[in-house]
Structure formats: C-alpha cells, structure tokens
C-alpha cells in the first residue's frame, strides 16, 4: 500500500475519532467550562506523549532546537485559536451554523497552500472542495444565512484551523513527528490554561467536585488519549505523505462521523437534505484522491464507448 494512501487512511480515522466523541465532549463542557477542559485535556496529552518519549523515543528529544520549538509553537498557537474562537463563536450563534462556517476551512486550505507553501491544487481537489462545501451547507445549516458576530469570530476559527493544517504541512517533513507534536500540544494546554483564568472561573481545575464526575472523567480520558495525542501525533507524521488540501478534505469528514454517532447514540433522525450532504462530502472527499489522467482517462473511455 502506497504511503499517500496509508496516510489518507489514518486521517479519516482521525476524523472519525474527532466526528464520534463530539456528543462526549459537549456533555462534559456543559460541567467544566470549556477552556478549562481544553486546557486539562491537552495536558494529559501532552504527558502522555512525554512519558511515549522518554520510553521509546527518547532520541527525538535529543533532537529538540529552537527551531523545532519555535515551530511547534507556532502550529499550536493556531490550533488554540481554532478551539477558542470556535468556542466563544458557540455563545452567539447555533452550532449548526458553527458547524458549517469551521468546514469553510477546507476552502481555506487550498488558497493558503497556494500563498504560503506555493502549491498549486489540482483541479479534481479543487473540484473535490467544492462538492464537499455544498455537502456541508446541506449537512449542517437550515434556510438562514443571517451572519452575526458569532459566526464572524467562528470564522476565524476556520482561518486558525486552516493554517494550523497548513504549518503542520510545513514542519512535519522537517522534524521528529512525536516531539513537534508534544510541543504542539502542550502549547494549546499553557494558552487554554490562560484563557481560563482570564475568561472563565480558575478555580474549576481544584474542583474536584466538577473533575471527578464520571461523565467529566470518561471524556478527558478519551479526548486526551485517542483524540488528541494520538490524534495529532497521527496527523504530524501522516503530513508528511500528503497534501494540505487532501488533508482538509479528510477532515470534513468529521460532521459526517458526528452526526452518524447522534443518529446512534442519542437517536437524532437525519433527514435528506443532511444525508445528501453526508453524500456530497464523501465524494468530495473521493474526488481529491483521483489524479486529473484518472478523470480524464475516465472520461475518455466513456466518450470512446460505442453507442
């Protein structure tokens, strides 16, 4: 199996760790404030991929520069900004709409490949982008396109989570995967930490009342392992076999997943307009695979077809 595709294929089940644990995330929040679970869950992560390190790689931390740390920072300063902005986006507007405007990064992406890594897209992605854009207008909004503040600041969510895909494209191929991705992660956990103080009550991190609820508990345990270091950690080595765009378009599976998991865990009924949206993300998602000779080989042989 090509690498591209190993790659491919880790992503999506990345996408599908992130689209099923939605509903645990959103119930535990609803207890510790968001930031605040932000900030423990990114710091367990962060341990965990330590203790990884020390045991099994610790060559890679003899690697570590000021180059690799100014790098890792700068990939987790964006992706703090996308779960902050998204975060405070979620007090002003509908989650639906937060849904469809943080999936507007999969436009992003190709535009900041281009601009920042001088990468031109090939059209069947471009066209792939496309596709999966309608996908999530059907997937996720209703018949309003009112905009208000909240959807202004989740669409710099959009921007930071584009340019966190865009970064970790830029560094992973140059530095040891674990290590750029404890930094990464331990970085989101130091500013979420200090979004908390500033934005939310500090004291929820000694309250042990709030932590050791099992619902607060089962998700932080998730989150942390699986969705998060191993997640990102997945995401940093399997950069280094694909491109940007694909990568964004991976993602966007993630509502898909997300509202497969409501449909099984909380019976929330899908009607057609989300499943047809479902439909057009998977094949926009199929489309960034193909290489423009395979469409048009494709088409020719059609064409070529006698009637």
Not at 128 to 153: C, E, I, P, Q, R
Request: one cysteine or more.
């Amino acid at each position: 199996m090509k690498k591209s595709v190993l790659a491919d294929l880790s992503l999506l089940v990345v996408a599908f760790v992130w689209g099923t644990t939605f509903v645990i995330v959103q119930n535990a929040i609803s207890t510790l404030p968001p930031h605040a679970f932000n900030a423990i869950r990114f710091f367990l992560a962060s341990g965990l991929l330590f203790v990884l390190l020390l045991l099994f790689f610790r060559e890679q931390l003899q690697a570590l520069s000021k180059r690799m740390l100014a790098s890792g920072i700068i990939i987790g300063v964006w992706l703090f900004g996308g779960y902050a902005f998204q975060t405070v986006g979620l007090l002003y507007t509908t989650s639906s709409k937060a849904g469809f405007i943080t999936g507007l990064s999969i436009v992003l992406v190709p535009l900041f490949s281009l601009l920042l890594l001088k990468q031109r897209p090939k059209w069947p992605a471009v066209t792939g982008v496309l596709v999966a854009t309608v996908g999530l207008y059907l997937l996720t909004l209703s018949d309003s396109l009112s905009l208000n503040k909240g959807d202004v600041l989740v669409f710099f969510c959009a921007i930071c989570f584009a340019l966190q895909i865009i970064f970790t494209g830029k560094y992973a191929p140059s530095y040891p995967a674990m290590a750029l991705a404890l930094i990464q992660i331990f970085t989101v956990s130091v500013l979420s930490a200090g979004a908390s103080l500033l934005f939310e009550n500090g004291q929820t991190f000694l309250n042990a009342e709030v932590l050791f609820q099992n619902h607060v508990l089962w998700a932080l345990f998730i989150t942390a392992g699986p969705a998060t270091a191993l997640a990102f950690l997945a995401q940093t080595i399997c950069q280094r076999f694909t491109t940007p765009t694909r990568v964004a378009l991976i993602f966007a599976m993630e509502p898909v997943f997300a509202a497969l998991a409501a449909f099984i865990w909380t019976e929330e009924v899908l009607g057609i307009k989300a499943l047809s949206g479902c439909l057009l993300i998977f094949i926009g998602m199929i489309l960034s695979e193909l290489q423009p000779e395979q469409l048009l080989g494709a088409f020719r042989k059609k064409k070529s077809v006698p009637q």
